[in-house]
């Protein structure tokens, strides 16, 4: 939006500039035409009447006149008499016959003017006029017996021409920055209530129903943030009862879900007929799928709710502590668990306690299911100035794109093994706990096949004294 304005603020000042300098360069360019047209054509005229004078003191006064002029400006003078018996015959060199000497010669036309060319003008103004005999009824009123021409170099105008337009091109340019700069200073003002809109809106996107907006700008746009505000207010207290709910819904049914897997336990303990006793072991798979679902909904209602702050933890010892519990259920099926790029030293992450040891479970957990047999799970380790990044990487079957797209989505279970017995839950708890300290969590796939679950943790300066 603010480059749209900018554009049509420049667009504006640069109409502006055409509707009034343009006309006022082409004004000027005609009057310096007019000018020099003037000017040129009363000295051809001047020296003319002294032509046709014809008295010896006027042809003199010609030749200073004509030596003069060519001497003070860019013009040359030219001068032909009809009859060579002429009693004035000037010391200049006489013009070629041309059909505009002709037409002054032979009475067609009062004068003739060539600038040389139909655009603006040629490389030389040429001026002829006649010079007609002084009679006693005045002075060039008798017959033509000469002209006079003066080839007037342009040179000098056309470069008084480039400092009229190239001056106001320049100012325009200058006019035109100017306006960019007050284009974009003006564009971010205005646009700066809907930019703080947009940074609420994002915040509602990646689960932060507390941003508000301040209330500045337009009227329309402060009505708008205090109908956003007051939208966030709401969806904060509808979603905070959802979780009390859910997570006192999920605390109260773990009790009966564990009386209710004891009871199944002494009933197929109680029992010899196999049909019985299959039965039993299916509910119980059931109520273990159930429990799975409560304890998951309550490690996300718990997630949500941020009742703790992070603080800065040595990942790589929670990575190692993790591997220690895992290790175990590994082996058994010759799952190798590896931990790589933690050469370069053991850096600090900022987190919540505890949320470390349930992303690590939760996406072990997962990688071990999809695993084949004698199969490489790694993590990795890359720490950044800001960050640092934790990746699990599976040789499993791995996701499609839309798989991908869809994984941290709650209760949404893939087509995979893990979508067979998972509850839906665990990759979005990962992400809630992640998201919850400042982390990013992607899913990518993994060089070589299988899946890449990607985590950028914030990275915690190293403590003092140790």
């Not at 002084?134 to 105008?157: F, H």
């Not at 009933?267 to 072991?281: C, K, M, P, S, Y």
Request: charged share 25%; aromatic share 4%; with cysteine.
């Amino acid at each position: 939006m603010n480059r749209q304005l900018i554009r049509s603020y420049i667009l504006l000042v640069a109409i502006a500039i055409a509707l009034f300098t343009v006309p006022v360069a082409f004004t000027l360019t005609d009057q310096l035409r007019d000018d020099t047209r003037e000017s040129v054509l009363r000295e051809a005229k001047t020296m003319a009447l002294l032509l046709g004078n014809g008295d010896p003191a006027s042809c003199q006064a010609l030749d200073e006149m004509a030596l003069a002029y060519g001497e003070e400006t860019p013009g040359e003078v030219q001068v032909t008499v009809t009859d060579a018996s002429w009693d004035c015959v000037p010391k200049r060199p006489a013009p070629d016959r041309d059909p505009a000497l002709t037409d002054v010669l032979e009475k067609r036309k009062p004068e003739a003017v060539d600038w040389g060319s139909d655009l603006i003008w040629g490389r030389n103004l040429v001026i002829t006029v006649p010079a007609r005999q002084t009679t006693a009824e005045g002075a060039g009123k008798g017959p033509v017996v000469g002209a006079v021409r003066i080839n007037y170099s342009t040179q000098d105008l056309t470069y008084r021409l480039w400092t009229i337009w190239g001056f106001r091109a320049g100012l325009a340019v200058a006019v035109l920055a100017a306006a960019a700069a007050i284009g974009s200073f003006a564009a971010r003002r205005i646009t700066a209530p809907l930019r703080q809109l947009n940074d609420m809106a994002s915040k509602f996107s990646d689960g932060d129903l507390t941003a508000r907006s301040e209330v500045t700008g337009p009227t329309e746009t402060q009505t708008l943030a205090r109908t956003l505000n007051q939208a966030g207010e709401r969806l904060d207290t509808l979603v905070a009862s959802q979780r009390i709910f859910v997570a006192d819904a999920s605390h109260q049914l773990r009790t009966p879900l564990t009386a209710l897997r004891l009871s199944l336990d002494n009933i197929a303990d109680g029992v010899d007929d196999e049909f019985v006793q299959e039965d039993v072991e299916q509910a119980t798979s059931e109520v273990v799928r159930m429990s799975r679902l409560v304890n998951g909904l309550l490690v996300l209602a718990r997630a949500e709710a941020k009742v703790s702050a992070a603080e800065p933890l040595p990942l790589v010892d929670v990575i190692e502590e993790r591997f220690s519990v895992w290790r175990p259920a590994a082996d058994e099926r010759g799952v190798t668990i590896a931990l790589e790029g933690v050469a370069g030293g053991r850096p600090l992450v900022l987190a919540s306690p505890g949320h470390l040891d349930q992303v690590l479970d939760n996406v072990l957990s997962n990688a071990l299911e999809v695993s084949p047999d004698g199969g490489t799970i790694t993590v990795e380790v890359s720490a950044h100035p800001d960050e640092v990044v934790l990746s699990v990487l599976d040789q499993g079957p791995g996701m499609s794109d839309a798989e991908k797209s869809r994984a941290f989505d709650r209760f949404w279970r893939g087509q995979g093994l893990t979508g067979r017995s998972g509850s839906g839950l665990g990759l979005a708890i990962v992400k809630q706990l992640v998201t919850d300290d400042g982390g990013t969590a992607a899913l990518r796939d993994a060089p070589g096949g299988g899946l890449c679950v990607r985590f950028s943790l914030r990275r915690a300066a190293p403590r003092s004294g140790g």
